[in-house]
């Protein structure tokens, strides 16, 4: 796995996840905003994201070493260097490389760039409680529940609730 820079050409990547129902459930959890898109619209939005300030947010394109392909967006936001706070983003988009740890892998080079880079203090993220393997992920990775906001999610006509997360940095496990 590595994360690299978000380049022009993986739009068409995205084009495609966001037009996929089942990573949108998963990664968005009913958000109506994240839903189908077209071609330009994602041209549109990848402007504004290949010109963001690494120091207030950075999308990544998530690349299996192994066969050589694009499978998933990471991205952090919400920077605050003061606080030494910043909250994370995951998708994995190509449905054949689920459940086999990459998601795990790009969280955890996330977590690794942002406390060993940015010497931040906190890391947070959220998922909703249907995404069970994501909540499963986050809590093998070191992340602590830290609240939910009951029913706070709608998918497909079935209310969840958003679980929130969060990890600190004397919770951290550096890679050897």
Do not use: Q
């Not at 495609?16 to 077209?38: H, I, K």
């Not at 983003?89 to 459940?99: A, H, K, L, S, V």
């Amino acid at each position: 796995m590595r994360l690299r820079a978000l380049r022009a050409e993986d739009a068409e990547h995205h084009l495609r996840w966001r037009n996929d129902p089942e990573v949108v459930r998963l990664a968005a959890a009913g958000d109506p905003l994240f839903g189908p898109v077209t071609a330009e619209a994602i041209a549109i939005a990848f402007e504004g994201k290949l010109r963001l300030v690494p120091r207030e947010a950075a999308v990544f394109t998530v690349e299996d070493l192994e066969s050589g392909r694009v499978i998933g967006m990471a991205d952090y936001r919400d920077l605050d260097p003061y606080a030494g706070v910043a909250t994370l983003g995951i998708t994995i988009g190509e449905r054949e490389f689920w459940g086999r740890g990459h998601g795990s892998e790009a969280v955890r080079l996330m977590v690794d760039h942002l406390f060993g880079a940015y010497g931040l203090h906190r890391l947070e993220l959220d998922t909703w409680s249907g995404n069970e393997r994501a909540v499963r992920a986050f809590s093998r990775l070191g992340f602590r529940e830290e609240g939910r906001l009951r029913a706070a999610v709608l998918v497909a006509g079935e209310r969840y609730d958003r679980v929130l997360f969060g990890m600190l940095r004397e919770e951290w496990v550096k890679p050897a």
